[in-house]
C-alpha cells in the first residue's frame, strides 16, 4: 500500500484590527496626498493655471518690447529727418509762421433710417 504524503497544511493568516487601521490610514494617506497635489493651493491645477498666466504677461512683455522699438524709431526719425518732423507736426495740426491753414469739414454720415434696419430691396 502506498501511502500518500500530504503538502503541509496552510497556516491561516489572520491579520489583526490593529495592522488593518494601519493599511487603511496609509490608503487613505495616499488618496489624500494625491488629491491635495491636484487640487490643493499649489496643485497641478494651480500650476496649469500659473503657466497660462505666465504665457500671457510673455505676450504682453513682447508687444510691449516691439511698441517701444517702433516709438524709439519714431524718435529718432523725428529727431534726425527734418521731413519726418514735418510730416509729424502737420499731422498734429502745426504750420509754419508764414501759413494758414483753413480746415475742410467732412461729410456728415447719413443717419440711419428708423424701424427697419435691413436694407430694402
Not at 499731422?91 to 433710417?113: S, T
Request: aromatic fraction near 6%.
Amino acid at each position: 500500500m502506498q501511502r500518500f504524503i500530504h503538502p503541509p497544511a496552510r497556516r491561516e493568516v489572520r491579520i489583526s484590527h490593529a495592522r488593518e487601521l494601519y493599511y487603511t490610514a496609509c490608503i487613505l494617506v495616499v488618496i489624500v496626498g494625491i488629491a491635495f497635489s491636484i487640487w490643493g493651493p499649489a496643485g497641478y491645477l494651480e500650476m496649469r493655471r500659473m503657466e497660462r498666466d505666465l504665457e500671457q504677461h510673455r505676450a504682453k512683455v513682447e508687444s510691449l518690447v516691439q511698441s517701444n522699438i517702433d516709438r524709439l524709431r519714431t524718435v529718432q526719425g523725428l529727431r534726425h529727418d527734418p521731413a519726418a518732423k514735418e510730416k509729424h507736426l502737420r499731422d498734429k495740426g502745426y504750420a509754419r509762421p508764414d501759413e494758414i491753414i483753413q480746415p475742410v469739414p467732412r461729410a456728415p454720415e447719413p443717419a440711419p433710417r428708423p424701424g427697419n434696419w435691413a436694407p430694402q430691396r
